[in-house]
């Protein structure tokens, strides 16, 4: 905390600005691209809103007022760039959100940034299937292991209403499953 | 003792038939199986998402992100030909202003002021025979009449009026018959 607390305090100042961004950048970059790239898919999408997250980081950074953690700001950040990126590409293809989703996922088996098997696929297209917010809370929940606390933070969502997010999530994917392996 | 201690495992296995005593409610497994089957689930699914990255993805991405961030400290890149442009007329100006001064104005200057006076006789007749197209007889009249002092220096006696007359009309010039001459 103390780190943070001094990271973000060089950040704001002009001298160290851009150290310390460069500190920051090494820091959170690996966790922040996993992030996007479960909602965006493609890795050159990813590169894409991952630069623009960091971008909007250095330039905001002096409107942060520490009333959350850096972390769950920068991810919020993130989290919005990638599903403004989803829906602007949606947009562009004349398709709505949702079969957006299922687009990307069904692209997986010729992308060459995917090595998955054949159940992680199935992962894949299942939670694609899902509404915004219960694909957002299983992907915190189940992959980056993100604690409800922290993810209420993040998504500014209550615990109990993530909770119930999760849950459904979950079994949708099992039905999903069910289905595609019967 | 062993004896005594398989009588023992003999009697409470006759006694609790391998059971805990503990008991669940009515349907409890079949209601369970329903609500831990995502837990399950959960066990069954992989953790590993097959996502793959380019190699040397994330050390690159550093310089990138920096790069399009932070804003450039503007380097002014001054042309040379605009620079040369902009001093040329003031360095030549001041380069004829100089050799100017050196030349003239400078009271040191080895140069010594030409006269009449300080010219050699052979000078003058060498500029007078290079430069006679631009003389006029106009200007030799003038020139000798303030200089003749003795008449007789020109020997005119040796001159046949003849030839002064043909002179005169190879010339074409009546001026020289003015009587004021």
Redesign the interface.
Known sequence: MTNEIVLIAQLKNVQTK?KA??EL??IY??RL??HI??IVIS?DDT?DV??NT??KI??NISKFNQESKLFSWMYRIATNEAITFINKRAKERNVDISEMHELLASS?ESDV?????E???I??QAIATLPQKQRLVFNMK??DEITYNEMSEILETSVGSLKASY?HA??K??SY?KNKTD | MKHNLNNRKDLLKSVLQKDTGFIAPKNYFSGAKESFSSFLLEDKLPKENGFIVPQSYFKDIENTIIEKAVPKKIVKIISLKRVLLKYLPIATAASITLFLSINYLNPLSSIEKVSFKTLAQSDIENWIVDNSNELSNQDFVALLHSNIINENDFALTDIRNDDIEEYIIYLENTSLLNENY
């Open positions: 851009e961004f460069r950048i090494s970059k690996e691209y996993w790239r479960k890795h590169d991952l630069q960091f971008i250095y330039k997986l940034y995917f090595s998955g098997d159940i992680q696929q992962l894949q189940y992959f849950f979950v079994k994917i099992e499953i």
